[in-house]
């Protein structure tokens, strides 16, 4: 079944504590991109991932690394994470296809930060 | 920068009515994609219907239906004979095609469905 996984799905952690959610799709996807959806703001862009090694940032990539070893990973690392990184968080990937792009996501990571 | 705007935080519609949501975008790029994207309350992304830009034609899938006005920089969906199963928060999304893999969302509307 193609799909994008995200882990965990749930995660309470308290400030300062360095933590790391996986993104893994098996649709061997060139793109990748992480968001972060708070309410009253929609879906905000981090980062997003043309290829392996490429790495570009989105609109809110403050406080947050990523890295692309493989096509098919895309971990969102937060170094220090602070309260206000208190989201619900979605990685999704496409084609590299420039004919649509549409993009399948995940099913999202709750994520407090006490 | 681009920005998307969805000025109806939320809407109702009776259950077999049609209802019509508004995007509005702001953009000096001429190739771009158009999305709308639905999230139920289980919050999995799913996609509506997209539109090319360069594309007049208005995209329909099944019960939905986007208005394509490029000039006026206006997407909305429309959704006939409305169902319980489409209440959700309905996102629209704009994507360039010009060289980046940005995407820009909007705030979105949360669609109610009276029975």
């Known amino acids: 079944e193609a799909q994008v996984t995200q882990n965990p799905r749930y995660l309470i952690t308290v400030t300062g504590k360095k933590l790391t959610v996986t993104c893994s799709q098996n649709?061997?996807?060139?793109?990748m991109s992480w968001y972060r959806q708070d309410p009253g703001l929609g879906l905000r862009q981090i980062y997003y991932?043309?290829?392996?090694?490429?790495?570009d940032k989105g609109d809110v990539p403050e406080g947050y690394k990523v890295s692309r070893k493989e096509k098919r990973n895309f971990p969102l690392i937060l170094e220090s994470p602070s309260p206000n990184q208190t989201s619900l968080y979605f990685c999704?990937?496409?084609?590299?296809?420039?004919?649509?792009?549409?993009?399948?996501f995940g099913p999202g990571t709750r994520l407090t930060v006490l | 920068a681009q920005t998307v705007t969805q000025s109806q935080p939320e809407m109702s519609v009776q259950e077999a009515e049609t209802v019509t949501l508004s995007c509005t975008y702001d953009?000096?790029?001429?190739?771009?994609?158009l999305f709308w994207y639905k999230q139920p309350p289980s919050r999995q992304m799913i996609l509506v219907i997209r539109?090319?830009?360069?594309?007049?034609q208005n995209a329909t899938e099944n019960r939905f239906s986007v208005n394509f006005q490029k000039a006026a920089k206006s997407f909305s969906l429309k959704i006939s004979d409305s169902q319980l199963g489409d209440a959700a928060m309905y996102f629209c999304?704009?994507?360039?095609?010009?060289?980046?893999?940005?995407?820009?969302f909007g705030t979105g509307t949360r669609l109610k469905v009276l029975a």
């Open positions: 999704a990937s496409s084609t590299a296809e420039w004919t649509w792009g549409t993009q399948y």
């Open positions: 649709m061997n996807h060139e793109y």
């Open positions: 991932s043309m290829n392996v090694e490429v790495t």
């Open positions: 953009t000096s790029e001429s190739d771009y994609y």
């Open positions: 539109q090319e830009a360069y594309k007049q």
């Open positions: 999304a704009y994507r360039s095609r010009e060289g980046t893999y940005k995407y820009i």
